[in-house]
């Protein structure tokens, strides 16, 4: 493998314009997932792009986000330049977010390799994670593929899709992509050894990105290759992303795409999908329980409380989740963490805007 790439050459996108309906009621349309400090005491966003303090110059690092939550983000990383916040009218899903990443970022920095980053994962492991995207990186530079990372497994999802690999050494090729499995499948990937999540996580030359998405999705790159040869007029962005599908980067470029590549990675990930998830990194006491903020537990078992400014106190529960924020109060089964999501829909069906 040639290695053309130098650390020079690498910048970073930060996809941040998510929601995290399943972290309601802490999770709202003005201070989503990534403005929280679910892990520790800094914000997700904040860990993101910290993790690359002295690999990646702030200069390169770019964090793509909704019209509504620029300003928030800027505030929270002023060691970024403003502009290079860039700002969507609306979410329409991670391929039109990347692309109009390209447009903007190709003029500046022409001859560079882009990773792509979530702003609400966790990563542990920060010095692996950096080998890892060198590796990619390296990879994406010197064999001109498009790159993505891979999860080992550690038990059978079925809320992920896995990417199938094939070869051997630190970079596998893909031979598939595979949805969402039934848990029988996902037992079947677990033990083959050939499986991987699918993290959402890409490393790519900016020459090699154009090129798949001319070919593999002209109708995500086109309307904004007009609206950037036009004057790229903030203005004027709306009516290009009107014309946009809203589809994921993994739909319309890289299950298309002929030459793909893993990097199964060596680093603790996780993507705090869900409460539960929140609770496996606090620790808990010898009842099994996890506890922020003031609480006073009596009978108490196997139950999770994210306090607000009161106390709270409980009798004779267990495998409960209870959130408290000053205007709404979450209670659900640690087993129905999932329906957050309904409750969020019910609430916005109803008209509730002021608890979302």
């Not at 910290?50 to 939550?69: I, K, N, Q, S, Y």
């Not at 490393?203 to 090699?208: E, G, P, Y």
């Not at 539960?276 to 609480?295: K, L, M, R, W, Y």
């Not at 329906?339 to 008209?351: C, T, Y």
Request: proline residues 6%; charged residues 25%; negative net charge.
């Amino acid at each position: 493998m040639s290695d053309t790439h130098s650390p020079q050459s690498l910048l970073a996108v930060v996809m941040a314009g998510g929601r995290g309906t399943r972290f309601w009621p802490r999770s709202r349309n003005a201070r989503p997932k990534q403005f929280l400090a679910i892990v520790g005491t800094e914000t997700l966003l904040h860990q993101t792009v910290r993790r690359l303090d002295g690999h990646v110059p702030p200069e390169r690092v770019f964090v793509v986000t909704t019209a509504d939550l620029a300003e928030e983000t800027r505030r929270m990383l002023p060691e970024l330049p403003p502009e290079n916040v860039l700002v969507e009218p609306e979410g329409r899903n991670t391929a039109p977010c990347l692309a109009l990443a390209l447009v903007q970022i190709e003029r500046r920095f022409p001859e560079s390799v882009m990773a792509v980053l979530s702003a609400d994962h966790w990563i542990g492991d920060r010095d692996l994670f950096l080998e890892d995207l060198d590796t990619a990186a390296k990879h994406a530079a010197g064999e001109r593929e498009l790159v993505t990372f891979g999860i080992r497994p550690t038990y059978p999802e079925t809320g992920y899709g896995y990417i199938e690999a094939e070869g051997q050494g630190p970079v596998l090729k893909v031979k598939a992509f595979r949805e969402k499995p039934p848990v029988e499948v996902a037992l079947q990937y677990l033990d083959s050894g050939r499986h991987y999540w699918n993290a959402g996580m890409f490393v790519w030359t900016l020459a090699d990105f154009r090129a798949g998405l001319e070919k593999h999705a002209p109708d995500v790159l086109a309307p904004l290759d007009a609206w950037s040869k036009a004057g790229a007029d903030p203005k004027a962005l709306a009516a290009a992303y009107r014309q946009l599908p809203q589809v994921a980067i993994d739909v319309a470029l890289m299950e298309k795409a002929e030459t793909v590549a893993v990097v199964p990675t060596r680093f603790r990930w996780s993507d705090v999908g869900s409460w539960p998830a929140a609770i496996e990194f606090q620790e808990t006491d010898p009842e099994g329980n996890v506890s922020q903020g003031e609480t006073l537990l009596l009978d108490t078992r196997n139950c999770a409380f994210f306090g607000g400014s009161r106390l709270i106190a409980a009798s004779g529960v267990e495998d409960l989740i209870v959130v408290d924020a000053d205007d709404a109060l979450l209670i659900c089964h640690r087993d129905r963490a999932q329906s957050v999501k309904q409750i969020v829909e019910r609430l916005r069906a109803e008209g509730r805007e002021d608890l979302l």
